[in-house]
């Protein structure tokens, strides 16, 4: 179904300029050159690019990119490092994908999002809502994407995001509507979930859902099972059933894949494979923040370290730093140990609120960290989360941050 590309475009322009002569942002090629990290924020009212010199002491906006339309996630392609897919909600014309090949400067709306055909016997009929996250695939497969769309469902393209197709042993698998069933859902009526591809194997993939936890496939998502022994759901008449569990993030370290990471809707988490049994590192938090919250980074240098934004996990919905003190806590020992950063922080009365896929790490040596909240602050580290500054405010709600440094 072809919705609106040209105009899209048009008005991402036409709203970009004005920004970009308030702020200085027109880039040359000798201007992109020097720039080294780029940040990606996605917002309810649109996208905007952050782009930082080596010392990620000065930035420069482009955007917004879609002003006016929610955008869940926007990515760059590690395998080019030009290519951008931004999963967007726009407005009363629905869920779809846009795709740009030069950095933002022009966007093209897919031929085919995702979309699911109708359900087998037995199966309700399910409508994509939205695309809440996308997956480029291995280096292998210059052209491979998946997606992530609630109600939960799994979809890869093969065309650059150009057309989707379901991955049917996930959206038609006969489990699906005990994983994720239609009426459960989040206060805000969404589901979540996001695929990670080993990096040694295409075939050998994970899902992390709010609505079933873990799953696992090693035959490129023919087949799926759960992955949740000793991970709580509290929440459930058995605390610790098979699936069902709330899985807000999951991270695989990229030189050890056989280790991962999650934070769940009840605690911080962690598996070593081939082990099947999860371990709450959350438990070595300080009793009285807890190990409830949304993201975790893990730094792709060192499997051991990890940092975390820890929410308030008693009765206050939706969630806010504990007491309204915010802080960044970081683990060196996997978990055993964690140490909290508040530097640059508002001592009190700050109640953030970070998503699950508004927590983001760049490649730097310091690694930088950057997260954005639900009232519109971007925060950076350059310190690796010794301490921190707003690098902007007065944006909508952030719904996703990337990190990525630019060739």
Known sequence: MKRHAAKTSKTSQSHRKPLAARRGTARTAAARRSEEVAV???????????YGDAARR????????????????IVLDPRDGRTLLAAARTGHLGPTIFRSTDMGKTWVEAVRPPMFGKAPEGMADRAVGHTCSLTPALAGEPDVWYAGTSPAGIFRSEDGGATWAEVEGFNRNPMLPKWAPLENVTPDNETFGTVLIDPRDASHMYYGSSAAGVLETSDRGANWRPLNRNVEAAFLPDPYPEYGQDTHCLAIHPRNPDRLYQQNHCGIYRLDRPSEGWVRIGRNMPA??????????????????????????????PRTSPDGKP?????????????RHDRGFPREHAYFTVLRQAFAGDSFDPMGLYFGTTSGELWASIDEGRSWTQTAAHLQRILSVEAARLS
Do not use: C
Not at 40 to 50: E, H
């Open 40 to 50: 990606f924020v996605g917002t309810r009212k649109g996208a905007l690019i952050y």
């Open 58 to 73: 000065k930035w420069r906006v482009d955007g917004p990119h879609f002003l006016g339309h929610i955008i869940n996630h």
């Open 288 to 317: 009285e923040i807890g190990d409830i919250g949304f993201g975790i980074v893990l730094d792709p240098r060192n499997q051991d370290r990890a940092w975390v934004f820890p929410m308030d996990g008693t009765t206050v919905w």
């Open 327 to 339: 802080a960044v806590y970081e683990t060196r020992d996997g978990g055993e140990s964690w140490q």
